[in-house]
């Protein structure tokens, strides 16, 4: 459950005590570093319209300057707890259903150290445009579910409303069946989106059409530096070996590696 360290300093800060005016007991909320009237109101759904998360609404309660240095100082404080432990509202009807529900705070595993690492990483950096290809030569490790809590942490982050999921095989299959005049349309939405989830890059058949399209995809998300995830069971040098060498050149380049290791969490 979320709850705002910086809604904590403010109230913690503020001298709470009950007054009749006309009849009624009201509560009058003083500061405690200047002495003056301090008016506060926090809507925990006004928290997910920017990517302040709510924190501006706070400093904008602190009626003085020596408040609102002490809020400053935990607004990162303030949003990591945002992220970790909010249903972030973000659109992901092109995400598989399981994988909806899955936040920061999940990421608890022994095999997820090397994930929460870089993502945190990346989250102080602001997530400047890099991806991340997340692979296991097993199954099961939890990539696409970290996958998706990564998107939906950039996408809060960065105020984006949502992401865009493709999973490698069903892209093949269901862009082979497309009429001729949709086939640009999707390939379009992939090379343009702010933040895309490629899933199981390489699993499946490899065609010159899917190769192709995944290189137009690749080339043109990393020349625009705009943020690309991937999960695959192959290392980048599979990809090279098997896949393309120009479509691994440019994922090593745009993305951090993460390996996956660990037993099959499906089976247990």
Do not use: W
């Not at 009749?20 to 506060?40: A, I, W």
């Not at 990517?51 to 609404?57: I, L, T, V």
């Not at 003085?64 to 249903?87: A, G, P, Q």
């Not at 390939?187 to 058949?205: F, M, W």
């Amino acid at each position: 459950m979320f709850k705002s360290p910086a809604l904590k300093v403010l109230l913690d800060n503020v001298t709470t005590t009950k007054e009749n005016l006309l009849g009624h007991e009201v509560e009058k909320h003083t500061c405690n570093f200047c002495g003056e009237p301090s008016y506060f109101d926090f809507k925990l759904h006004e928290a997910f319209k920017s990517n302040s998360f709510g924190f501006d609404s706070i400093l904008g309660s602190a009626c003085c300057d020596s408040m609102r240095n002490k809020l400053t100082e935990i607004r990162s404080e303030h949003v990591k707890e945002f992220l970790e432990y909010s249903i972030v509202l973000i659109d992901e009807l092109s995400t598989p259903l399981k994988y909806r529900r899955f936040r920061m705070a999940d990421l608890k595993g022994e095999q997820h150290k090397e994930a929460e690492v870089k993502i945190r990483a990346s989250f102080k950096k602001g997530f400047s445009g890099k991806g991340f290809y997340i692979y296991s030569a097993k199954n099961g490790t939890g990539k696409t579910a970290t996958a998706t809590i990564i998107c939906k942490t950039i996408c809060a982050y960065l105020g984006f409303k949502k992401y865009e999921f493709v999973n490698y095989a069903d892209f093949v299959s269901d862009y082979e069946q497309l009429p001729f005049e949709e086939k640009g349309g999707i390939i379009e939405k992939y090379k343009t989106c702010n933040v895309l989830l490629i899933d199981d890059l390489g699993k499946g058949r490899l065609t010159p059409s899917s190769i192709s399209n995944i290189y137009s995809i690749v080339n043109n998300r990393s020349n625009n530096e705009l943020i690309t995830i991937f999960t695959s069971n192959m290392s980048v040098a599979d990809i090279r070996k098997n896949f393309d060498s120009s479509v691994a050149s440019r994922i090593f380049e745009m993305t951090e590696i993460i390996e996956m290791s660990g037993k099959d969490l499906r089976l247990n």
